[in-house]
């Protein structure tokens, strides 16, 4: 059973997030926090996160009752950033244009699963 949480609407741009999401992918959770702990970037902290809050289901009893989950058996399975909408703005430009400003969103995808059941 996949253990699932995302972020949606995250105010940072897909692109930036993705890298990280590459790196953490395939790795036990704890390992993965680990990893983003010490990474600069502000889209780690988010990433982190939505780590921490699959983790947090994966540990509620009314998500999996009658089954105990070790946390340290739980691998990151899923690690997608999607693209989300964008604010549009316009940008006066010099000899009368204008250029178009796209501020984006992405949509932080995370599933952690127990390695016996991989």
Avoid: C, W
Wanted: charged share 30%; no cysteine; glycine share 6%.
């Amino acid at each position: 059973m996949a253990f699932r949480a995302s972020h949606r609407f995250a105010r940072i741009s897909a692109r930036k997030v993705r890298p990280l999401a590459d790196m953490v992918r395939g790795r036990f959770a704890d390992e993965a926090l680990d990893l983003l702990r010490y990474q600069p970037q502000r889209g780690a902290r988010m990433l982190e996160r939505v780590i921490q809050s699959a983790l947090g289901n994966a540990q509620d009893p009314d998500q999996n009752p009658g089954h105990t989950v070790k946390v340290n058996q739980l691998v990151v399975t899923e690690a997608r950033v999607d693209g989300g909408p964008m604010f549009k703005r316009v940008r006066p430009r010099a000899r009368g244009m204008a250029f178009m400003v796209r501020k984006r969103f992405s949509h932080i995808h995370v599933a952690l699963e127990e390695i016996s059941e991989l």
